[in-house]
């Protein structure tokens, strides 16, 4: 009875249907980043073209990119947006947001070694952060908005998705580049939790360490699923979405992962009145989601209609 149920939500759901083609995109990906390696540590090279380097870290990302565009793509018709809109953001907010991820990381650097222009803007060499690529991706959705006329709260909830999807992915770049780890796992239970792969990579200086990325992953994945679940009840109205999300990723970044992790990634470094920049920053997106995106929001728009009452097109 229980499988008959799941065949026909697969059979008959363009959320499902969707949702499997991004995993299975995503799984395809892992797996050749993890079958072309020779042993541990994994080579955090994908491709070597001589004249440059495509590193997996970029892969994972753009996999993560192109995962969350698709699904904004389809929730695009479903909201009787035309899709040509979604592309048009793209093309600036995916840039801007590089730029502002390094801006951010540059900013927040307790160690500055910049003597050009130059190298302010080289990401080759490390150094970009998503607290920097969600606060800019947020100021180009109120400008493109107004300039587009359509609704900021439905596009920030459509984003809230594509964010999940993509730091869910492109964490998977930490684990290609040992990094963003936590201390010496002491517990036999979580290291029997833990594929062997993810412990093998994990092993740096002959001990094996907490994937911390790993647990950033799971504690999305959470927050996406709840998401999905809710963007198709009348639970929440326009925006709250976000909110949530903000909320979720906030608190998640800030109080558990971020103090639990001990090193191997450059963002880790930052500093703001020396403490750690993404603890503060996280923790406050986890105010601003739970104070002016849902709070304020409901006591200055009174009329905000349901997230769900704003489909137009159901394709289930």
């Known amino acids: 009875m229980m499988m008959t149920k799941i065949k026909e939500f697969f059979s008959k759901s363009t959320d499902a249907r969707n949702y499997t083609i991004g995993f299975s995109a995503f799984i395809i990906v892992l797996l050749l980043a993890i079958l072309t390696q020779d042993g541990t ?23 993560g990119l192109s995962i969350g565009a698709f699904l904004a793509h389809e929730e695009f018709k479903r909201v009787g947006w035309n899709t040509d809109l979604l592309f048009d953001a793209l093309l600036w907010a995916v840039p801007l947001s590089i730029v502002g991820s390094r801006l951010y990381y540059v900013i927040f650097d307790p160690n500055p070694n910049y003597d050009s222009f130059m190298d302010v803007i080289n990401i080759t060499n490390g150094g970009l ?39 869910i992915v492109g964490r998977w770049g930490n684990f290609m580049n040992q990094e963003a780890y936590g201390p010496q796992i002491q517990s036999e239970f979580i290291l029997s939790l833990l594929p062997a792969f993810i412990e093998d990579q994990m092993v740096i200086g002959g001990i094996i360490h907490h994937p911390t990325y790993l647990y950033e992953g799971l504690w999305n994945f959470a927050g996406l699923i709840f998401l999905l679940v809710a963007r198709r009840k009348r639970w929440f109205k326009v925006g709250d979405m976000m909110g949530l999300y903000l909320i979720w990723y906030g608190l998640g970044r800030g109080a558990i992962i971020e103090p639990l992790r001990t090193g191997g990634d450059p963002g880790d470094a ?9 603890v503060i920053l996280s923790l406050t997106l986890f105010m601003l989601g739970g104070v002016a995106l849902i709070v304020a929001k409901h006591y200055l728009i009174k009329d905000q209609k349901y997230y769900k009452d704003m489909l137009v097109a159901d394709h289930d």
């Open 41 to 63: 540590p994994y080579n955090p090279t994908a491709l070597d073209l001589g004249f440059a380097q495509v590193q997996w870290y970029a892969v994972f990302i753009l996999t």
């Open 129 to 167: 952060s998503i607290h920097g690529a969600v606060i800019t991706a947020f100021t180009f959705v109120f400008f493109f908005t107004r300039k587009k006329k359509i609704s900021f709260w439905l596009l920030t909830d459509i984003l809230a998705i594509g964010f999940l999807v993509g730091q």
């Open 270 to 278: 930052l500093r703001m009145f020396g403490l750690p920049t993404n």
